[in-house]
C-alpha cells in the first residue's frame, strides 16, 4: 500500500542542518504513513556515508553530479506512489504538528493543488516570502524597484488560511493527483523559480494553492547567500526564464530591462561583500561576533 506522504529533501553540502531536519520531520509524522527521501547532489561532505550509517529507514537516492534542485525533486517524485509530496529544504526545522495539520486540510479541501506555510527566521519572526504573488512583469518590476507589498502578498493575515498565487519550495506540499495533472517541477530551472512556476502552472490547471499558519524554521542558512553574486545571478536568471515561458509576447520589452536589474543586483552584492571585508579589515574584533 502507498504511503501517505513522501517527505524529499535534495540536500548539497549540508549534513548538519539536513540530520536537523530530518529529526524534525520524524516527529512530526508521528502515526503517519510516510516515507523521508533524501536526494544528494554531490555533496563533498558526509553526507551520504554518515545518512548510510545512522539513518537507514531515510530513502538515499545518490547523484553523481549537481543536477540541479528541479531535477533531483523530480528523480524523487518519479519513485513515489504516495498521496501527497512534500517538497522540503534541507535547511529546515518542521513543526511537531505542521505536516500532520497541512494533510487534514488538503483532505478537507479536494481542490487544493498545493499548500505551504508560515516560514519563521532564526528570530522567530514570520518570513515574508511565507505568501508571494505571481511575478507578473509588472509586479517584478515593482518588486525590482523595492515595492514588494503586491510580491509578497502582504494584507493577508498570518494567524488564517489564505489561497495565496506562489508557494515557497522552502516547504510544497503537493497533492499528487495534481502534480499528475500540471506536470513536474520544469528542469529548466536549476535553482530557484521552479516554485513559482509550478504554483502558476497549479493555478492555471483549475487548483488552488494555499498558505497555512502552521510553523516551520527556515534558517536560510543553505549553500547560496542572497548577497553573493551567485545569487543574484541564479535569481533574476531564473525569473528571466519564467516570463519568457509564460509572458513570450512580452519578453522583448522586459528581457532587457531585467538583465540591467540583475547587474545593478549583482553590483550591489559585491559592494556589500567588499565592504563587509573592509570592516573585518579595520576592526579585526568584529570577526568573533
Known sequence: MAEKVSIIIVSYNVRNLLT???????????ELDGQIVVVDNCSKDDTVDYLSKHYPDVRLIINKENV???????????ACMSEYVLLLNPDTVVGEQTILKCIEFMDAHPEAGGAGVRMLTREGVPAPESRRGIPTPWVAMLKMLGFTRRYYMSDLPWDKPCQIEVIS??????RKKA?????????????YGEDIDLSYRLLKGGWQNWYLPYDIIHYKGGSTQKTSFRYVHVFYQAMLIFFRKHYQHLSFFFSVPIQIAIYIRAFLALIHIQSARLRRFINPSSRCL
Open 20 to 30: 536537523e531536519c530530518i529529526d524534525s520531520v520524524r516527529k512530526a509524522l508521528g
Open 169 to 174: 519550495g522552502a516547504f510544497f506540499m503537493l
Open 179 to 191: 502534480l499528475d495533472e500540471v506536470g513536474l517541477l520544469d528542469e529548466d530551472f536549476f535553482m
Open 68 to 78: 540541479g534542485f528541479a531535477k533531483a525533486n523530480n528523480q524523487a517524485i518519479k
